[in-house]
């Protein structure tokens, strides 16, 4: 069954960092292009960063750019994203989804983890 | 930058009716868009996308049409698994639309 599950989020002062993964499985990773996108509370989807087939190229918005980070790990299966300098306004379900272009439509996608950026 | 406009926010329906969601670029994207259903506490689930292309395993009630710059997701006799968020999406910016909440009348 093609899967992916997101894992590493929870509770985070502002100023701090978090780092999500993304574990895939029943498909060939190594092959699709891959997305982080979030959801703040009561609020729409909000795309975050996409990363190609073997890391080489990242996009960000630009509500997240310079402070998050993301990698692929095609060995291991794994995609991540490193979050640093963290706000108030990051606070979301942080989804991961696979992509392909030039449609870059996310046709799997995983359950989400919850971050939370409070004091 | 590309915009994206999606209306209505909300929408009131009954089980039976024809629901239309217009999604407007603020320029032309040709067919890059996607649509996407969300129903609370899950994932989004892709319904269509390249404008015109259901996912496998979509009803065929839904339908799309447009291209450029306005797109209109149809949903020709609703069911009660339809009630739900829709979003739509553009491809090469990734933006999504502000949501369109369908409930039930």
């Known amino acids: 069954e093609v899967q992916l599950a997101e894992s590493g989020g929870g509770l985070v002062q502002p100023g701090g960092s978090l780092r999500l993964s993304c574990a895939a499985s029943?498909?060939?990773?190594?092959?699709?292009?891959m997305h982080w996108v979030r959801q703040a509370p009561g609020k729409g989807l909000e795309w975050v960063s996409r990363i190609n087939t073997d890391g080489s190229s990242s996009t960000y918005a630009d509500s997240v750019k310079g402070r998050f980070t993301i990698s692929r790990d095609n060995a291991k299966n794994t995609l991540y994203v490193q979050m640093n300098g963290l706000r108030a306004e990051d606070t979301a379900v942080y989804y991961c989804a696979r992509t392909i272009p030039p449609y870059y439509f996310m046709d799997v996608w995983g359950k989400g983890t919850t971050v939370t950026v409070s004091s | 930058d590309i915009q994206m406009a999606q209306s209505p926010s909300s929408l009131s329906a009954s089980v039976g009716d024809r629901v239309t969601i217009t999604c407007r670029a603020s320029?032309?994207?040709?067919?890059?868009l996607n649509w996407y259903q969300q129903k609370p506490g899950k994932a989004p689930k892709l319904l269509i996308y390249a404008a015109a292309t259901l996912q496998s395993g979509v009803p065929s009630r839904f339908s799309v049409s447009g291209s450029g710059t306005e797109f209109t997701l149809t949903i020709s006799s609703l069911q009660p698994e339809d009630f739900a968020t829709y979003y739509c999406?553009?491809?090469?910016?990734?933006?999504f639309g502000q949501g369109t909440k369908l409930e039930i009348k």
């Open positions: 029943g498909f060939m990773f190594s092959s699709y292009w």
């Open positions: 999406q553009e491809s090469d910016s990734v933006l």
């Open positions: 320029q032309s994207i040709s067919n890059h």
